[in-house]
Antibody, heavy 122, light 111 residues
Framework: QVQLQQSGPGLVKPSQTLSLTCAIS??????????WNWIRQSPSRGLEWLGR?????????DYALSVKSRITINPDTSKNQFSLHLNSVTPEDTAVYYC????????????WGQGNPVTVSS | DILMTQTPLSSPVTLGQPASISCRSS???????????LSWLQQRPGQPPRLLIY???DRFSGVPDRFSGSGAGTDFTLKISRVEAEDVGVYYC?????????FGQGTRLEI
């Protein structure tokens, strides 16, 4: 059974960096058959896919254009986890952030983390 | 980006009765491999979304058979044959045919 456990602060100041971690059990961040995603949800924007990291003989990343200049998703093989870093945040980045696994286009987001509510405020 | 539009946004239902949600995409979801990557997610109050249906009509593991999906091209439907109390929540369609992955705005199912 795959489990995703999220951690990170619930409050971030404007212009600072939002950093969250998703610890994986029951699968490997280095698996070459899945990808590891970050998705956020807010009343104003709904569900928004942010990006993913995956391993296919080497590491790859895909990012949504809306955040591409500010986002980094990094795998950590030593801890079997992956992280989200979103810099220069504004109140518009206030949302619940989720990590999730996908097994390709067909079976996307079959497992989810519990969610991290993040507020951007001074 | 592919825009996903759901109707209705809110659906009052009666226990034991059927329910139906529609989803329309701004362009065809048929991939170059010939498959259509349209999924449905359920989000119960206070929970993360949960995958229900993928590739239009395939039920994910553990999903009751009262849930079914249909459609083609740009028009898709999620049907619940007999609504149960545990089905209360918000339902989202999602396309993974083309990046970026996009979601519908959600349909709230209310008893």
């Amino acid at each position: 059974q795959v489990q995703l456990q999220q951690s990170g602060p619930g409050l971030v100041k404007p212009s600072q960096t939002l950093s969250l971690t998703c610890a994986i059990s029951g699968d490997s961040v280095s698996s070459n058959t899945v990808a590891w995603n970050w998705i956020r949800q807010s009343p104003s924007r709904g569900l928004e896919w942010l990006g993913r990291t995956y391993y296919r003989s080497k590491w790859y990343n895909d990012y949504a254009l809306s955040v591409k200049s500010r986002i980094t998703i990094n795998p950590d093989t030593s801890k079997n986890q992956f992280s989200l870093h979103l810099n220069s945040v504004t109140p518009e980045d206030t949302a619940v952030y989720y990590c999730s696994r996908d097994r390709g286009r067909a079976v996307a987001f079959d497992y989810w983390g519990q969610g991290n509510p993040v507020t951007v405020s001074s | 980006d592919i825009l996903m539009t759901q109707t209705p946004l809110s659906s009052p239902v009666t226990l034991g009765q059927p329910a139906s949600i529609s989803c329309r995409s701004s362009q065809s979801l048929v991939h170059s491999d010939g498959k259509t990557y349209l999924s449905w997610l359920q989000q119960r109050p206070g929970q993360p979304p949960r995958l229900l249906i993928y590739k239009i009509s395939d039920r994910f593991s553990g999903v009751p058979d009262r849930f079914s999906g249909s459609g083609a091209g740009t028009d898709f439907t999620l049907k619940i044959s007999r609504v149960e109390a545990e089905d209360v929540g918000v339902y989202y369609c999602m396309q993974t045919t083309q990046f970026p992955i996009t979601f519908g705005q959600g349909t709230r199912l209310e008893i």
